[in-house]
């Protein structure tokens, strides 16, 4: 069974920048098309950011332009580099497939932007 563990995440001043992780386990991992996704408080956790195995990235308008998702599909790591970052971009932060079937999601990363 695929394991996702999300890390990088922390208290950060509005402007600043945090760069998140999300190892995963398994052969097939580098084939997974792969997403960041946030839940903030009251909030239905939303999709932000996609990458397929070859590297194609998308991003919602809200984090487009601020945020960079990348992967190293020889550490089966997935990275989302923020930048810019707001005070709603609090939130805890998860990886898992982005399309088909969701993995078991981890415990996620907490993002909170507070000056």
């Known amino acids: 069974q695929v394991q996702l563990v999300e890390s990088g995440g922390g208290l950060v001043q509005p402007g600043g920048s945090l760069r998140l992780s999300c190892a995963g386990s398994g052969s097939l991992f580098r084939l997974y098309f792969m997403g960041w996704y946030r839940q903030a408080p009251g909030k239905q956790r939303e999709l932000v950011a996609t990458?397929?195995?070859?590297?194609?990235?998308n991003y919602v308008d809200s984090v487009k332009g601020r945020f960079t998702i990348s992967r190293d599909n020889a550490k089966n790591t997935v990275y989302l580099q923020m930048n810019t970052l707001k005070p709603e971009d609090t939130a805890v932060y998860y990886c898992?497939?982005?399309?088909?079937?969701?993995?078991?999601w981890g415990q996620g990363t907490q993002v909170t932007v507070s000056s």
């Open positions: 898992n497939t982005a399309g088909g079937t969701r993995l078991v």
């Open positions: 990458i397929s195995s070859g590297g194609s990235a």
